[in-house]
């Protein structure tokens, strides 16, 4: 029995057999993590944005559109070619897993947004704090002041603020809530000032004006290094697009010069190493045309 040629057969079927069950647990443990992970940034990423949809959500979105993207994309690479082939499967996978960040990186920008927009209306609003608080207001009846301009976001965040206060939070815990909230530096200072002049009794109305001058020279500083900045970013782009315009040209030109591409396994893994290649080049140009103020 020890001679019979089932036996190796055997052995080799149940290391097979265990080796993906551990594969599949750690697939598993990872996966669990990452949306654990997904679940508790996104949820913080919605509640800055103040958007009411839960985070699990989001994560079924961005598994729905990835799943269908890379059904679509393997049915219109079957239509073209019938024959199945690992390169369709491959290129199927890629365009799902290119397409699952999607609805996050939406959320991101309208975040960066609309933080970028708060720091522009931020000055105005410290105006209207200061002007209120010279007019013998205080300084909870300054911020609802600010309120009834309804201008988005500004108006959305002083709501959430005074809605604190009326709950019964400190002046101190409401301001630390906003500013871990917002995270700008800019409205740190302003936060500081405040929360110093009421702890010292300085002079308010003064630090206001001056917070404003400095967020006003700032802004104005980062739109110039935006406007000079331009000309990298837009060349950031066109490198990024160039080799894939260039493929493209060249299918279009002589098609049997890239089938390899397309046809064969190591060309999608070309394909796959150009596309991360030329991720990394332009995010090192974006990070060196960056300029903090």
Do not use: H
């Amino acid at each position: 029995m020890l001679n019979s040629p089932a036996l190796p057969a055997f052995f080799a079927a149940a290391a097979t057999t265990f080796a993906a069950l551990a594969l599949f647990d750690v697939i598993n443990f990872v996966a669990i993590r990452y949306r654990e992970k997904f679940l508790q940034e996104t949820s913080t990423e919605l509640d800055d944005v103040l958007i009411q949809l839960p985070a699990s959500r989001l994560f079924d979105i961005s598994i729905g559109l990835s799943v269908a993207g890379a059904v679509i994309t393997f049915g219109i690479l079957l239509l073209r070619n019938p024959v199945l082939s690992s390169g369709n499967v491959i290129a199927s996978l890629i365009v799902g897993v290119l397409l699952f960040p999607v609805p996050r990186l939406i959320l991101k920008n309208l975040r960066i947004r609309r933080l970028k927009k708060f720091n522009i209306q931020l000055e105005d609003a410290l105006r209207i704090i200061s002007t209120s608080l010279k007019a013998g207001f205080s300084i909870n009846q300054a911020l609802e002041e600010v309120t009834e301009m309804n201008i988005s976001p500004i108006s959305q965040e002083f709501r959430l603020l005074l809605q604190e206060l009326r709950l019964g939070v400190t002046f101190e815990q409401a301001f630390e809530n906003m500013n871990n909230r917002l995270n700008l530096p800019d409205f740190e200072l302003v936060a500081t000032a405040i929360l110093t002049a009421r702890q010292t009794g300085g002079e308010l109305t003064g630090a206001l004006e001056r917070v404003a001058d400095l967020i006003r020279e700032r802004v104005r500083i980062a739109n110039k290094i935006d406007a000079m900045t331009a000309m990298g970013r837009l060349q950031a782009l066109l490198i990024g697009a160039m080799p894939f315009l260039l493929l493209l040209g060249m299918r279009y030109v002589n098609p049997g010069m890239i089938s390899g591409f397309f046809d064969t396994f190591y060309g999608w893994v070309a394909l796959t190493a150009i596309i991360i290649l030329d991720i990394c080049g332009i995010l090192t140009i974006r990070k060196i045309t960056t300029i903090e103020v």
